[in-house]
Protein backbone atom coordinates (compact mmCIF):
# COMPACT_ATOMS: atom_id res chain seq x y z
CA UNK A 1 0.00 0.00 0.00
CA UNK A 2 2.93 2.59 0.70
CA UNK A 3 4.73 1.74 -2.46
CA UNK A 4 1.37 2.50 -4.66
CA UNK A 5 0.93 5.59 -2.52
CA UNK A 6 4.73 6.63 -2.99
CA UNK A 7 3.95 6.13 -6.55
CA UNK A 8 0.86 7.87 -6.82
CA UNK A 9 2.54 11.18 -5.25
CA UNK A 10 5.84 11.07 -6.55
CA UNK A 11 4.61 12.65 -10.07
CA UNK A 12 2.83 15.16 -8.04
CA UNK A 13 6.03 16.44 -5.73
CA UNK A 14 8.02 16.21 -9.48
CA UNK A 15 5.03 18.26 -10.77
CA UNK A 16 4.89 20.78 -8.05
CA UNK A 17 8.99 20.78 -7.76
CA UNK A 18 9.15 21.97 -11.85
CA UNK A 19 5.97 24.52 -10.93
CA UNK A 20 8.33 26.08 -8.83
CA UNK A 21 11.32 26.30 -10.67
CA UNK A 22 9.53 28.00 -13.28
CA UNK A 23 7.80 30.18 -10.97
CA UNK A 24 11.28 31.56 -9.80
CA UNK A 25 12.69 34.86 -10.71
CA UNK A 26 14.65 34.47 -13.66
CA UNK A 27 17.85 36.93 -14.62
CA UNK A 28 19.00 37.59 -18.11
CA UNK A 29 22.83 39.20 -18.59
CA UNK A 30 22.91 41.30 -21.95
CA UNK A 31 26.24 43.26 -22.96
CA UNK A 32 27.28 44.15 -25.86
CA UNK A 33 30.33 43.00 -27.62
CA UNK A 34 34.09 44.32 -26.58
CA UNK A 35 36.09 46.15 -28.06
CA UNK A 36 36.70 45.62 -31.98
CA UNK A 37 39.68 46.18 -34.53
CA UNK A 38 38.54 49.69 -36.41
CA UNK A 39 39.86 47.55 -39.92
CA UNK A 40 36.82 48.53 -42.03
CA UNK A 41 35.39 45.19 -42.07
CA UNK A 42 31.93 43.89 -41.24
CA UNK A 43 33.22 41.44 -39.33
CA UNK A 44 36.23 42.37 -37.33
CA UNK A 45 37.83 40.61 -34.26
CA UNK A 46 38.40 42.15 -30.79
CA UNK A 47 41.16 44.26 -29.73
CA UNK A 48 43.71 43.78 -26.93
CA UNK A 49 41.25 45.61 -24.97
CA UNK A 50 37.81 43.82 -26.33
CA UNK A 51 39.47 40.81 -25.38
CA UNK A 52 40.90 42.03 -21.61
CA UNK A 53 37.03 43.01 -21.29
CA UNK A 54 35.77 39.73 -22.54
CA UNK A 55 37.91 37.73 -20.10
CA UNK A 56 36.80 40.70 -17.50
CA UNK A 57 32.77 39.43 -18.24
CA UNK A 58 33.45 35.61 -17.81
CA UNK A 59 34.99 36.69 -14.03
CA UNK A 60 31.78 38.36 -13.32
CA UNK A 61 29.63 35.70 -14.94
CA UNK A 62 31.52 33.15 -13.13
CA UNK A 63 29.74 32.63 -9.91
CA UNK A 64 26.04 33.46 -11.63
CA UNK A 65 25.37 29.61 -12.59
CA UNK A 66 24.74 30.68 -16.50
CA UNK A 67 22.30 28.09 -18.10
CA UNK A 68 22.78 29.06 -21.44
CA UNK A 69 24.81 31.85 -23.07
CA UNK A 70 23.89 33.47 -26.59
CA UNK A 71 25.58 35.61 -29.83
CA UNK A 72 25.00 36.98 -32.84
CA UNK A 73 26.99 35.22 -35.33
CA UNK A 74 29.69 37.32 -35.68
CA UNK A 75 33.20 37.75 -34.76
CA UNK A 76 33.51 40.17 -32.24
CA UNK A 77 30.11 38.76 -30.35
CA UNK A 78 31.20 35.25 -30.35
CA UNK A 79 34.73 36.25 -29.21
CA UNK A 80 33.17 38.33 -26.53
CA UNK A 81 30.86 35.25 -25.62
CA UNK A 82 33.64 32.90 -25.42
CA UNK A 83 35.43 33.22 -21.90
CA UNK A 84 31.98 33.30 -20.29
CA UNK A 85 30.77 29.98 -22.06
CA UNK A 86 34.01 28.42 -21.25
CA UNK A 87 33.75 29.04 -17.86
CA UNK A 88 30.29 28.13 -17.47
CA UNK A 89 31.02 24.94 -19.41
CA UNK A 90 27.92 26.07 -22.05
CA UNK A 91 27.77 26.15 -25.72
CA UNK A 92 27.35 29.46 -27.78
CA UNK A 93 24.05 29.54 -29.18
CA UNK A 94 23.25 31.89 -32.16
CA UNK A 95 20.25 34.28 -32.33
CA UNK A 96 19.46 36.54 -35.30
CA UNK A 97 19.64 39.93 -34.26
CA UNK A 98 16.70 40.69 -36.86
CA UNK A 99 14.03 39.18 -35.07
CA UNK A 100 14.67 40.72 -31.33
CA UNK A 101 10.53 40.76 -30.31
CA UNK A 102 11.11 36.29 -31.14
CA UNK A 103 13.89 35.95 -29.86
CA UNK A 104 12.70 38.39 -26.41
CA UNK A 105 9.84 36.09 -26.05
CA UNK A 106 12.13 32.88 -26.22
CA UNK A 107 14.39 34.16 -23.08
CA UNK A 108 11.17 34.41 -21.08
CA UNK A 109 10.45 30.89 -21.19
CA UNK A 110 14.28 30.07 -20.30
CA UNK A 111 15.31 28.90 -16.60
CA UNK A 112 18.34 29.77 -15.46
CA UNK A 113 20.72 32.93 -15.63
CA UNK A 114 21.15 33.42 -19.56
CA UNK A 115 24.02 35.58 -20.81
CA UNK A 116 23.20 37.49 -24.23
CA UNK A 117 26.09 39.37 -26.68
CA UNK A 118 24.82 41.95 -29.02
CA UNK A 119 25.82 45.05 -30.73
CA UNK A 120 25.49 48.88 -29.69
CA UNK A 121 22.16 48.55 -31.64
CA UNK A 122 20.36 45.54 -30.43
CA UNK A 123 21.08 45.29 -26.48
CA UNK A 124 19.33 47.90 -25.34
CA UNK A 125 16.20 47.31 -27.41
CA UNK A 126 16.75 43.41 -26.11
CA UNK A 127 16.50 44.57 -22.95
CA UNK A 128 13.78 46.92 -23.26
CA UNK A 129 11.41 44.64 -25.20
CA UNK A 130 12.31 41.92 -21.88
CA UNK A 131 10.28 44.60 -19.08
CA UNK A 132 8.20 46.38 -21.74
CA UNK A 133 10.46 49.33 -21.95
CA UNK A 134 11.51 51.76 -25.07
CA UNK A 135 15.67 52.10 -24.82
CA UNK A 136 17.68 54.50 -26.97
CA UNK A 137 20.84 52.58 -29.00
CA UNK A 138 24.06 52.61 -26.89
CA UNK A 139 26.60 55.22 -28.43
CA UNK A 140 29.20 53.54 -30.25
CA UNK A 141 31.77 55.16 -27.81
CA UNK A 142 30.29 52.70 -25.03
CA UNK A 143 31.05 49.19 -23.96
CA UNK A 144 30.81 48.80 -20.14
CA UNK A 145 26.75 48.66 -19.98
CA UNK A 146 25.37 45.30 -18.49
CA UNK A 147 21.83 45.57 -18.51
CA UNK A 148 20.54 43.24 -15.92
CA UNK A 149 17.03 42.14 -16.44
CA UNK A 150 14.98 40.29 -13.81
CA UNK A 151 11.71 38.26 -14.95
CA UNK A 152 9.66 37.95 -12.05
CA UNK A 153 7.62 35.60 -11.06
CA UNK A 154 4.61 37.60 -10.58
CA UNK A 155 4.88 38.31 -14.20
CA UNK A 156 6.86 41.79 -13.92
CA UNK A 157 10.26 42.60 -15.37
CA UNK A 158 13.29 45.27 -13.94
CA UNK A 159 15.85 46.22 -15.37
CA UNK A 160 19.35 47.61 -13.60
CA UNK A 161 22.73 48.71 -15.20
CA UNK A 162 25.56 47.25 -14.37
CA UNK A 163 29.07 47.74 -15.41
CA UNK A 164 32.36 46.08 -17.03
CA UNK A 165 35.56 47.23 -16.24
CA UNK A 166 37.35 49.33 -17.75
CA UNK A 167 34.91 51.94 -17.71
CA UNK A 168 34.43 54.03 -20.94
CA UNK A 169 34.24 57.73 -20.81
CA UNK A 170 30.61 59.01 -20.99
CA UNK A 171 29.27 61.79 -22.94
CA UNK A 172 28.78 63.90 -19.63
CA UNK A 173 24.86 64.61 -21.68
CA UNK A 174 24.12 61.05 -22.37
CA UNK A 175 22.30 60.68 -19.07
CA UNK A 176 20.05 63.53 -19.43
CA UNK A 177 19.61 62.47 -23.42
CA UNK A 178 18.49 59.02 -22.34
CA UNK A 179 16.33 60.27 -19.53
CA UNK A 180 14.39 62.61 -22.35
CA UNK A 181 14.12 59.98 -24.58
CA UNK A 182 12.53 57.35 -22.91
CA UNK A 183 10.46 60.24 -21.49
CA UNK A 184 8.87 61.33 -25.08
CA UNK A 185 8.66 57.13 -25.74
CA UNK A 186 6.05 56.75 -23.54
CA UNK A 187 4.17 59.62 -24.83
CA UNK A 188 2.41 57.22 -27.62
CA UNK A 189 0.63 55.52 -24.78
CA UNK A 190 -0.30 58.93 -23.28
CA UNK A 191 -2.16 60.21 -27.20
CA UNK A 192 -3.68 57.32 -27.00
CA UNK A 193 -5.07 56.64 -23.59
CA UNK A 194 -6.51 60.07 -24.28
CA UNK A 195 -7.58 59.14 -27.61
CA UNK A 196 -9.54 56.20 -26.50
CA UNK A 197 -11.26 58.57 -23.56
CA UNK A 198 -12.16 61.55 -25.46
CA UNK A 199 -9.24 63.49 -22.93
CA UNK A 200 -7.65 67.03 -24.32
CA UNK A 201 -4.37 66.82 -24.83
CA UNK A 202 -3.99 69.83 -22.36
CA UNK A 203 -4.25 69.70 -18.60
CA UNK A 204 -3.38 73.62 -17.51
CA UNK A 205 -4.28 72.66 -13.86
CA UNK A 206 -2.34 69.75 -13.77
CA UNK A 207 0.61 70.63 -15.73
CA UNK A 208 1.07 73.36 -13.21
CA UNK A 209 0.58 71.51 -10.25
CA UNK A 210 3.48 69.24 -11.75
CA UNK A 211 5.62 72.07 -12.76
CA UNK A 212 5.94 73.33 -9.10
CA UNK A 213 6.33 69.93 -7.67
CA UNK A 214 9.05 69.19 -10.18
CA UNK A 215 10.58 72.73 -9.90
CA UNK A 216 10.91 72.12 -5.78
CA UNK A 217 12.35 68.97 -6.45
CA UNK A 218 15.11 70.24 -9.08
CA UNK A 219 15.43 73.05 -6.13
CA UNK A 220 16.83 70.27 -3.63
CA UNK A 221 18.92 69.27 -6.16
CA UNK A 222 20.34 72.25 -6.23
CA UNK A 223 19.48 73.78 -9.41
CA UNK A 224 18.21 77.24 -10.00
CA UNK A 225 14.85 77.59 -9.97
CA UNK A 226 14.39 79.84 -12.84
CA UNK A 227 16.84 77.48 -14.89
CA UNK A 228 14.04 74.35 -13.49
CA UNK A 229 11.48 75.36 -14.39
CA UNK A 230 12.76 76.23 -18.47
CA UNK A 231 13.60 72.65 -18.30
CA UNK A 232 9.64 70.94 -16.95
CA UNK A 233 8.02 73.29 -19.32
CA UNK A 234 10.32 72.38 -22.11
CA UNK A 235 9.28 68.81 -21.30
CA UNK A 236 5.77 69.29 -20.76
CA UNK A 237 6.06 71.29 -24.67
CA UNK A 238 7.41 68.35 -26.15
CA UNK A 239 5.32 65.71 -24.30
CA UNK A 240 2.01 67.61 -25.39
CA UNK A 241 4.14 68.60 -29.34
CA UNK A 242 4.46 63.81 -29.73
CA UNK A 243 0.70 64.16 -28.42
CA UNK A 244 -0.29 66.65 -31.21
CA UNK A 245 1.32 64.89 -34.07
CA UNK A 246 -0.45 61.82 -33.77
CA UNK A 247 -3.81 63.08 -32.58
CA UNK A 248 -3.23 65.10 -36.02
CA UNK A 249 -2.33 61.22 -37.75
CA UNK A 250 -5.40 59.75 -36.42
CA UNK A 251 -7.89 62.47 -37.22
CA UNK A 252 -6.64 62.30 -40.78
CA UNK A 253 -6.87 58.55 -41.11
CA UNK A 254 -3.16 58.64 -41.88
CA UNK A 255 -2.41 56.15 -38.98
CA UNK A 256 -4.45 53.45 -37.85
CA UNK A 257 -6.06 54.84 -34.26
CA UNK A 258 -5.07 52.78 -31.34
CA UNK A 259 -7.47 50.40 -29.91
CA UNK A 260 -6.02 49.62 -26.68
CA UNK A 261 -3.83 51.86 -24.14
CA UNK A 262 -1.82 51.37 -20.91
CA UNK A 263 -3.86 53.13 -18.00
CA UNK A 264 -2.63 56.86 -17.47
CA UNK A 265 -2.94 56.53 -13.66
CA UNK A 266 -1.77 53.48 -13.13
CA UNK A 267 1.05 52.65 -15.67
CA UNK A 268 2.01 55.53 -17.48
CA UNK A 269 2.02 58.69 -14.80
CA UNK A 270 4.48 57.00 -12.29
CA UNK A 271 7.42 55.80 -15.16
CA UNK A 272 7.30 59.36 -16.19
CA UNK A 273 7.14 60.67 -12.75
CA UNK A 274 10.56 58.15 -12.09
CA UNK A 275 11.63 59.83 -15.49
CA UNK A 276 11.66 63.06 -14.68
CA UNK A 277 12.75 62.07 -11.50
CA UNK A 278 16.00 60.34 -13.43
CA UNK A 279 16.03 63.55 -15.79
CA UNK A 280 16.59 66.05 -12.59
CA UNK A 281 19.35 64.18 -11.44
CA UNK A 282 20.76 63.58 -14.85
CA UNK A 283 20.65 67.52 -15.90
CA UNK A 284 22.24 68.36 -12.00
CA UNK A 285 25.26 66.32 -12.67
CA UNK A 286 26.24 67.39 -16.34
CA UNK A 287 24.92 71.11 -15.23
CA UNK A 288 28.22 72.36 -15.76
CA UNK A 289 29.01 70.64 -19.16
CA UNK A 290 26.00 72.37 -21.03
CA UNK A 291 28.38 75.40 -21.98
CA UNK A 292 30.37 73.28 -23.93
CA UNK A 293 29.27 73.52 -27.36
CA UNK A 294 29.99 69.90 -28.25
CA UNK A 295 27.62 69.04 -25.19
CA UNK A 296 25.12 71.11 -26.73
CA UNK A 297 25.22 69.78 -30.34
CA UNK A 298 24.87 66.27 -28.56
CA UNK A 299 21.69 67.40 -27.01
CA UNK A 300 19.88 68.32 -29.94
CA UNK A 301 20.87 65.77 -32.16
CA UNK A 302 17.59 63.66 -32.34
CA UNK A 303 17.76 59.86 -31.27
CA UNK A 304 17.12 57.59 -33.59
CA UNK A 305 13.86 56.23 -32.28
CA UNK A 306 12.22 59.56 -32.21
CA UNK A 307 12.96 60.84 -35.98
CA UNK A 308 9.47 61.56 -36.04
CA UNK A 309 9.33 64.14 -33.64
CA UNK A 310 12.27 65.66 -33.92
CA UNK A 311 10.29 68.96 -33.61
CA UNK A 312 9.06 67.88 -30.46
CA UNK A 313 12.71 66.77 -29.01
CA UNK A 314 13.97 70.57 -30.19
CA UNK A 315 11.54 72.01 -27.30
CA UNK A 316 13.15 68.67 -24.75
CA UNK A 317 16.61 70.03 -25.58
CA UNK A 318 15.88 73.58 -25.68
CA UNK A 319 14.94 73.30 -21.76
CA UNK A 320 17.73 71.93 -21.03
CA UNK A 321 19.68 74.03 -22.76
CA UNK A 322 17.88 77.33 -21.22
CA UNK A 323 19.93 79.33 -23.84
CA UNK A 324 23.36 78.99 -22.40
CA UNK A 325 26.02 80.50 -24.33
CA UNK A 326 28.70 78.12 -25.39
CA UNK A 327 32.41 77.82 -25.89
Not at 73 to 78: F, S, V
Not at 136 to 162: F, K, M, P, Q, W
Not at 246 to 275: E, H, M, N, Q, Y
Amino acid sequence: MISRITRLIAPLLLAITATCAVAADATIYLVRHAEKVADGTSDPALTAEGEARAAWIADYMADKGLKAVYSTNYKRTRDTAAPSSATAGVEIQLYDPRKLQEFAESLKSLEGPVLVVGHSNTTPILAGLLVGEKYEELDESIYDHIYVVTLHDDGTATVRIDHSEPRTAIDPAMGVRNAMAARLALMADVAAYKWLHDLPIADPAREAELTEKTVGRAMAEGLDAAYARKLVEGQMMAAKTVQSRLFAAWKAGTVPVPVAAPDLATSLRPKISALTAQLVVAVKDADAAFANCAVQQSLRQVPPTLTADAYAWSFAAEGVIAGQACN
